[in-house]
């Protein structure tokens, strides 16, 4: 039994053949789990980015002392920043 038997498949990619600005990511998130860094950053740039956002948004629900909206909000623009222009790089 494999990872990658349980991966969801992308239905932009699946019924209309191009990918979306999300493809790859589930692949790299295993590959960070599996220790391999920068074949998960060739596979999706943002996953670092994405990762810690998930963390942060995480951490938010844990610790209601500290205000997490403004960090929060910044790691979504670098984050859409990275995805759409990895996304003009690979396509273009």
């Known amino acids: 039994m494999n990872i990658e038997d ?3 498949t992308c239905p932009i ?3 209309l053949g191009v990918e979306c600005l ?3 990511a589930q ?3 295993v590959l960070v789990f599996e220790g391999k860094f920068s074949e998960a950053f060739h ?3 943002a996953v ?3 990762l810690l956002f998930f963390f942060t ?6 610790d209601k002392k500290r205000k997490y909206g403004t960090f929060l909000m910044s790691l979504v623009a670098i984050n859409l920043i990275i995805i759409i222009v990895s996304y003009i790089y690979k396509h273009y």
């Open 48 to 50: 670092y980015t994405l």
């Open 22 to 24: 999300g493809c790859g």
């Open 27 to 29: 692949r790299a998130i």
């Open 57 to 62: 948004l995480g951490l938010s629900f844990i």
């Open 43 to 45: 596979m999706y740039p």
């Open 6 to 8: 349980f991966m969801l």
């Open 13 to 15: 990619k699946k019924f």
